[in-house]
């Protein structure tokens, strides 16, 4: 079976502008997070959304969104881009919303000029 | 607030040689814990957890953690390091009570890069 999969794989955008990232789940699995990875920090929490409503929302301005399609895939969206949302972004699913074991995407790498 | 700490940026181990990278935490309950390592241009891969049960925790790849709760750490091993890992390592807690629902939020701390060399 396949893994967490996410595209695209690097993004290079300009200040103001905005981004889509996506992310499509092992299949099976029920609940999408989103986590940023700034160089040199762990991960931070940005969204958790298990059957297609937000279950979880981290410490991060309005201009972060997503949304879960009934195939529970994802989609995060920045507006507005910022220098300080070049990241790495991670997705991670899991079976169920409080599942210990979460699986990991190989992340897109956004960088913002 | 529920938090991880891994207070060494680096640790370096000869190849052969057992490795320890800390970790200790700060959670209101019993803690749910994990190690994740981390490979250059990649994602998070899952090696090990604690749940409840034996202190020691086995995983992946021949590693192991150790739960101490009157210490609150949380420390992976392996009793013979490998050059291939060499790696980013993340210890991370659950944040079960998030705000009003139950959630599967990790709280990760700043990583550990492991350099084993030859």
């Known amino acids: 079976d396949a893994g967490v999969t996410q595209s695209p794989t690097h993004l290079i955008k300009t200040r103001g502008q905005h981004v889509t990232l996506r992310c499509s789940p092992i299949?099976?699995?029920?609940?999408v997070s989103w986590y940023q990875q700034v160089l040199g920090q762990g991960p931070q929490f940005i969204f958790q959304?298990?059957?297609?409503?937000?279950?979880g929302r981290g410490n991060f301005p309005d201009r972060f969104s997503a949304r879960q399609f009934p195939n529970y895939s994802s989609e995060l969206n920045v507006n507005a881009l910022l220098l300080g949302d070049s990241a790495l972004y991670l997705c991670?699913?899991?079976?169920?919303?409080?599942?210990?074991?979460?699986?990991f995407g190989p992340g897109t790498r956004l960088t913002v000029t | 607030a529920q938090s991880v700490a891994q207070p060494e940026d680096q640790v370096n181990v000869a190849e052969g040689n057992p490795l320890t990278v800390k970790c200790t935490y700060s959670?209101?309950?019993?803690?749910?814990l994990f190690w994740y390592v981390q490979y250059p241009n990649r994602g998070l891969q899952f090696l090990l957890k604690?749940?409840?049960?034996?202190?020691l925790v086995k995983g992946s790849y021949g590693f192991e953690a150790e739960f101490n709760k009157s210490q609150t750490s949380f420390h992976l091993k392996k009793p013979s390091a490998l050059v291939s890992d060499s790696a980013l390592y993340f210890c991370?807690?659950?944040?079960?009570?998030?705000?009003?629902?139950?959630?599967?939020?990790?709280?990760f701390g700043q990583g550990t890069t492991l350099q084993v060399k030859p």
């Open positions: 991670a699913s899991s079976a169920q919303l409080t599942a210990h074991e979460q699986y």
């Open positions: 991370a807690v659950r944040d079960l009570f998030h705000g009003s629902s139950n959630t599967g939020k990790l709280i």
């Open positions: 959304y298990y059957e297609k409503e937000e279950r």
């Open positions: 299949s099976g699995h029920k609940s």
């Open positions: 959670v209101s309950g019993n803690p749910y």
């Open positions: 604690y749940i409840t049960g034996d202190n």
